[in-house]
Structures are given as structure tokens and as C-alpha cells.
């Protein structure tokens, strides 16, 4: 990944919680794995992505192989074929949060991710598309995904809170590249929750405007569905893909999986 690979590494960061990261995270990873062998990777500590999909990883999950000071083989904590097509390397929150703790100290910290994944295609070979999900900060967990992928995407919600930190994840990734951690890329930001009815959207859409930043045409509309799909055990798009969000949510996955095809990067 990032290096010319066949592999291509998608991260979806948000600074701010609640903006429906981790929904979209699956929902992305489940269309995607349809058509292409594909990785989920759950670098947030909550582990709500290994939730979703109902897996309870006990000692053996990332933040295990997270643990450098141990030289741990990464098909021991793959979940394979959690949904056909998806394979998953789940989070458990005691283990990752002793292993981000350990990395923020550690020499080349920021690349244990991206060693781990590199160890991982060696043994079961390549994936065409890895989908990273992330805790909602600009900590030492969303930095080793940037340094483990091609792009960053940031999804985002029409409301105050949510769109001032909309650069925050562009900004950061800047910053590592111009360390020469990564050569990952800016895509974009998904609108998500969207209603275009509402006074306030117009508003809000206007201030995401004026960063510059690129906005995927595919907007998510508001629907409380998304949000129960926890209780499924599966993502919404499988369970129900007939439903407008779940039509809406796979025409996402084409328009970004078309943008990080062509390389139209912010």
C-alpha cells in the first residue's frame, strides 16, 4: 500500500465522534467486497466495527499484534470472511488501548500498522481494497493508519460542531506528509445524516465550502437505520440493500472507489 502495490488503502478519520465513521467504514468495506477481496482493519480501541459484525475477539485481536515487543504471526487475529469476500482484524479495547499507550513511546511507532499489514499479504497474499477504521482523534492509532494507506476520506455531518473540524484530518495528514511519513493522499469528505431541506444544511454546506475541500456528490441521507444496523450483526447495505440508503450507500462506494481508481486526490 502507498508503494505501488496491488493493494489500495482507504482510511476514514474523523476527529469528531457520532459522524457515522464506523457505519460507513463497513458499509464501504461490504460494497467493496462484493466485487474485490477485501480487508477491514479496526484501529478504534471502542472496537464498534469488531461489534458490528459480531465478532468478540478475546486475546488475540490488533492491538495484540500491536505489541512489538513480540513477534506475533497477523493470521492469528485475522477473522476471516466475516460477510463473503470481507475479511476483518478486529479490536479489543483492553489490548488496544495498552498498545497505544506502548506506541506513543516506541521508536518508528507510527509504522507498527503498516508493518503488521505488510506481514499479513506476505502470508495470505494480496488484498484489493483495505478499509481502516479509526478512533475519533488525531492520535498515534490515526496516525499509523495514514501511514498505512493510499487515502483519507472524512466523513462529516451538516451541523456546527461537526463541520468546523472538517480539515482537522486533512491538516494532520499534511503535516505527516510533509515529514515523509506517508505518502497517503487527501479524497475527500462524505456528507453524512444529510438533510438538503433544512435552512441550517445550506448554511453549513456553505462554511465545508470555503475549506476548499472536496465533497463526494453521494450524500448519505438522515435515517436512524444506520444506526441500528449494531443490532443486526451485519451491515445495513446486506441485511437490507433494496432500502434507499442502502442503494445510496453502494453508489457512495462506486464514487469513491472510482476517485481512489483515478487517482483524484484533494
Not at 507510527?110 to 506481514?119: G, K, N, S, V
Not at 498515534?140 to 473540524?165: K, Q, R, Y
Not at 505527516?176 to 444544511?201: D, H, S, V, W
Request: with cysteine.
Amino acid at each position: 500500500m502507498g508503494r505501488g502495490g496491488a493493494v489500495t488503502g482507504l482510511l476514514l478519520a474523523s476527529q469528531k465522534g457520532g459522524v457515522g465513521k464506523t457505519s460507513l467504514s463497513v458499509s464501504l468495506a461490504s460494497v467493496f467486497a462484493q466485487s474485490r477481496r477485501t480487508l477491514l482493519v479496526d484501529v478504534d480501541p471502542q472496537g464498534s466495527a469488531t461489534h458490528l459484525f459480531g465478532v468478540h475477539p478475546a486475546d488475540r485481536d490488533l492491538g495484540w499484534l500491536l505489541d512489538m515487543d513480540e513477534e506475533r504471526s497477523p493470521t492469528d487475529a485475522l477473522v476471516t470472511e466475516v460477510c463473503p469476500g470481507l475479511d476483518l482484524l478486529p479490536a479489543n479495547n483492553d489490548s488496544m488501548l495498552a498498545a497505544e499507550s506502548k506506541l506513543q513511546t516506541m521508536v518508528g511507532g507510527h509504522r507498527a500498522l503498516q508493518i503488521i499489514l505488510d506481514d499479513l499479504t506476505k502470508q495470505v497474499g494480496p488484498y484489493d481494497v483495505v478499509v481502516v477504521d479509526t478512533p475519533s482523534n488525531l492520535g498515534i492509532m490515526t496516525v499509523n493508519g495514514m501511514c498505512a494507506v493510499d487515502w483519507v476520506v472524512t466523513p462529516f455531518e451538516l451541523e456546527g460542531l461537526s463541520t468546523m473540524g472538517v480539515a482537522r484530518i486533512s491538516d494532520l495528514l499534511a503535516k505527516c506528509r510533509r515529514m515523509g511519513l506517508t505518502k497517503a493522499q487527501f479524497l475527500g469528505l462524505i456528507a453524512n445524516q444529510y438533510e438538503p431541506r433544512l435552512a441550517l444544511t445550506k448554511i453549513m454546506e456553505q462554511q465545508v465550502a470555503r475549506t476548499g475541500l472536496r465533497c463526494f456528490l453521494t450524500k448519505i441521507p438522515r435515517t436512524v437505520r444506520l444506526r441500528e444496523q449494531t443490532l443486526l450483526g451485519r451491515p445495513l447495505v446486506l441485511d437490507s440493500p433494496d432500502l434507499p440508503v442502502s442503494r445510496t450507500l453502494t453508489e457512495l462506494a462506486d464514487e469513491v472507489l472510482d476517485a481512489m481508481k483515478g487517482g483524484h486526490a484533494q
